[in-house]
């Protein structure tokens, strides 16, 4: 299983962003769990959504009303959408499956 997560740029505060992660290797409506992390320099990393399919999408409350996890299942990936997007939200975003990693895409936001 491989995951290429792609999407990130610059942005200013307020704007909003697309990331994609495209899994292969496996078929996403095959797997109850894909998530969205983050890391920021010097923190650790965070989750910040999670698509379940047995208890649907959830959120990390900094970033609830403002991201939304998506599965495409014809497509084989896996977006967030980020709106309203704030300073501290710049980070490596970075997708995940169980044991699986993508290699992260990073967002910056500035003022």
């Known amino acids: 299983v491989q995951l290429q997560a792609s999407g990130g740029g610059s942005v200013q505060v307020g704007e909003s962003l697309r990331l994609s992660c495209t899994v292969s290797?496996?078929?996403?409506?095959?797997?109850?769990?894909i998530s969205w992390y983050r890391q920021a320099p010097g923190k650790e990393r965070e989750l910040v959504a999670r698509?379940?399919?047995?208890?649907?999408?959830s959120y990390a409350d900094s970033v609830k009303g403002r991201f939304t996890i998506t599965r495409d299942s014809p497509m084989n990936t896996v977006y967030l959408q980020m709106n309203n997007l704030r300073l501290e939200d710049s980070a490596v975003y970075y997708c995940n499956v169980p044991d699986v990693w993508g290699q992260g895409t990073l967002v910056t936001v500035s003022s």
């Open positions: 698509s379940n399919i047995f208890r649907g999408a």
């Open positions: 290797g496996i078929r996403i409506n095959t797997m109850a769990s």
